[in-house]
C-alpha cells in the first residue's frame, strides 16, 4: 500500500523550531525530488521548498531562505524539514509531495514541481504568543 505521512508540526512560539518528516511506503523516496508546501488558512497553496533528484540542489521560498533546511535520508525512505527561527506568518498545514523535478517558479520565486506523483495529508503548524 502507497502512504506518504508528514510529522512533527504543532504549536509552538515565535522564534522556536521544528523539524518536520514525511515517510513513504510503498515506494522509494530516493526515486523522486520531493517538496514541501504550505497552506495558510485563506491563502493558496504556496511552494517552501524542494530537493532535487538529480544532484540534491534545493530550492527555498525567498522568506524561508536562511530558516528552513530540507533533507532527506533514503535508507529511511524519509525527507525532512528543518524549521528555524518560525515566526506566524509560517502557520499553516505542511504537506510534502514526490515528482520528478524541482525548479523555481515564476511565483515569488517559490520551488515547485514539475509533477505530484505522491502528496501526504499534511501537518499542521500554528506558531503564536
Known amino acids: 500500500q502507497v502512504q506518504f505521512v508528514e510529522s512533527g508540526g504543532g504549536p509552538v512560539q515565535p522564534g522556536e523550531s521544528l523539524r518536520l518528516a514525511c515517510t513513504a511506503s510503498?515506494?522509494?523516496?530516493?526515486?523522486?525530488?520531493i517538496g514541501w508546501f504550505r497552506r495558510a488558512p485563506g491563502k493558496e497553496r504556496e511552494g517552501v521548498s524542494c530537493i532535487d533528484k538529480r544532484d540534491g540542489k534545493t530550492y527555498y521560498k525567498p522568506s524561508a531562505e536562511g530558516r528552513f533546511t530540507i533533507s532527506r535520508d533514503n535508507a529511511k525512505n524519509t525527507a525532512y524539514l528543518q524549521m528555524n527561527g518560525l515566526n506566524p506568518e509560517d502557520t499553516g498545514t505542511y504537506f510534502c509531495?514526490?515528482?520528478?523535478?524541482?525548479?523555481?517558479?515564476?511565483?515569488?520565486?517559490?520551488?515547485?514541481?514539475?509533477?505530484?506523483?505522491?502528496w501526504g495529508q499534511g501537518t499542521r503548524v500554528s506558531v503564536s504568543s
Open positions: 510503498g515506494f522509494y523516496l530516493d526515486n523522486y525530488s
Open positions: 509531495i514526490a515528482g520528478l523535478f524541482c525548479s523555481t517558479g515564476p511565483r515569488n520565486g517559490e520551488p515547485e514541481l514539475n509533477t505530484y506523483d505522491y
